[in-house]
């Protein structure tokens, strides 16, 4: 269940809630219907446990700094729409292997020290900045439109609803999908590869553990 602070809240300043204000909040939608025969009051009234915390988002600004670099959610922290948070995580993690390992097998087969330069390092990460900056930006401003018109927020939510017949038609679907299928994949893992042969075999993973 998602709801309106009404507010945005800095990062630094980020919300802490009470079971008062988990109460609270339960009170205004206890007898909302989750289906048929069943309103959200028999939930909560069987609940294991409840959690109210707030829905952090945001792009880091770079996404490294001299030898380190981050994914997921510390580069890119997204609100819940269908699973991007966690699919762009693993894209980040897909696009940095690809990077790296040309570059290291290119070190290693050459005469020189295999160890790796500050400056080398540098570059890497600059070109996987580069390479997922506009498609983790995409999948936030999907994130952040959908949990927003959920929630009925503003104007934007009101066009959303609007178009909503539009978004389902075979066109509409069928560019969603097509945003989808341009996820990064790695590099020579495709179906039929000896990697991907390998590491679908029985007893072989530890030949697998080795290629990565």
């Not at 400056?119 to 927003?148: G, H, I, K, M, P």
């Not at 000896?194 to 029985?202: E, I, K, L, R, Y």
Request: aromatic share 8%; hydrophobic share 40%; net charge neutral.
């Amino acid at each position: 269940m998602t709801h309106d602070l009404k507010r945005t809240v800095a990062f630094e300043k980020r919300e802490r809630f009470s079971e008062q204000d988990i109460e609270a909040l339960y009170a205004q939608v206890a007898d909302k219907t989750v289906t048929d025969g069943l309103v959200f009051a028999i939930m909560f009234e069987n609940r294991r446990a409840a959690v109210m915390t707030a829905l952090e988002e945001g792009i880091a600004e770079q996404f490294f700094s001299g030898r380190l670099f981050m994914l997921g959610d510390s580069a890119h922290k997204m609100v819940p729409q269908a699973a991007m948070g966690a699919n762009q995580a693993i894209e980040s993690a897909t696009a940095f292997v690809n990077i790296l390992r040309p570059f290291l097998s290119h070190k290693t087969s050459q005469s020189s020290s295999a160890y790796i330069t500050q400056s080398e390092v540098e570059l890497c990460l600059e070109q996987y900045d580069l390479r997922r900056r506009a498609r983790v930006t995409e999948a936030f401003r999907r994130a952040n439109l959908t949990c927003r018109a959920h929630l009925k927020i503003g104007p934007v939510s009101e066009e959303y609803w609007a178009n909503l017949p539009k978004m389902m038609s075979p066109v509409a679907i069928s560019k969603l999908l097509d945003s989808f299928s341009r996820g990064e994949v790695l590099e020579n893992w495709s179906v039929g590869s000896t990697n991907m042969a390998v590491c679908t075999g029985f007893g072989e993973a530890k030949e697998c553990m080795s290629k990565l």
